[in-house]
């Protein structure tokens, strides 16, 4: 069995979070740092120097929020 722990990268979402965030295949976790907009509410950020489309939920089972995202080329 191969567990798949993921990677680290740079995360910029404006209002949201500015940080490293975990991410594992076209997902990324992270805790809001910001305050000034709802993490549901951001549509784009910046995912380790490219940009992304987010689609942002809360993780169910901690503080943490996940979101689906896909580069825009």
Known sequence: MKIDNGRRAQL??????SGVAGVQG??????????TARPESVKGGMLGGQPVRLTTTKDPSGP??????????
């Open 12 to 17: 910029e979402i404006a209002g949201v979070f």
């Open 64 to 73: 943490f929020y996940t979101a689906r995202f896909e580069v825009i080329e």
């Open 26 to 35: 076209n997902r990324v976790s992270f805790l809001p740092n910001r305050s």
